[in-house]
């Protein structure tokens, strides 16, 4: 099992960027695809990005493509999100979440780890 906490979060302006953090820790972290949702007030969680065990395959909602990057450094047990160009929309909680398929899922279900989330707050 591996245990998840996010950092990184905070109150930005639109335009601004924010880099997330996913620290893991317990059983390998390399073993895990992970991915990062979010969850907005009134709405249901959402996919943001996924990346795969050995960080050769990313993916990426239509609304994060080209403007957020995953990221993944195995030796330092941390998952990243690299947020560009923030929108008042991006406004959510944000949980990083971890998988043991061998592929990369959008689906939260794919996902038995999760994190406590960490809050994004982005002011128009």
């Known amino acids: 099992q591996v245990q998840l906490v996010e950092s990184g979060g905070g109150l930005v302006q639109a335009g601004d960027s924010l880099r997330l953090s996913c620290a893991a820790s317990?059983?390998?972290?390399?073993?895990?695809?992970m991915g990062w949702f979010r969850q907005a007030p009134g709405k249901e969680r959402e996919f943001v990005a996924a990346i795969s065990r050995g960080d050769s395959n990313t993916r990426y909602a239509d609304s994060a493509a080209g403007r957020f990057t995953i990221s993944r450094d195995n030796a330092k047990n941390t998952l990243y999100l690299q947020m560009n160009s923030l929108k008042a929309e991006d406004t959510a909680v944000y949980y990083c979440?971890?998988?043991?398929?061998?592929?990369?899922?959008?689906?939260?279900?794919?996902?038995?780890?999760w994190g406590q989330g960490t809050q994004v707050t982005v002011s128009s």
């Open positions: 979440a971890a998988s043991n398929l061998l592929f990369t899922t959008p689906s939260a279900s794919g996902y038995p780890y």
């Open positions: 317990g059983r390998a972290f390399g073993i895990y695809a």
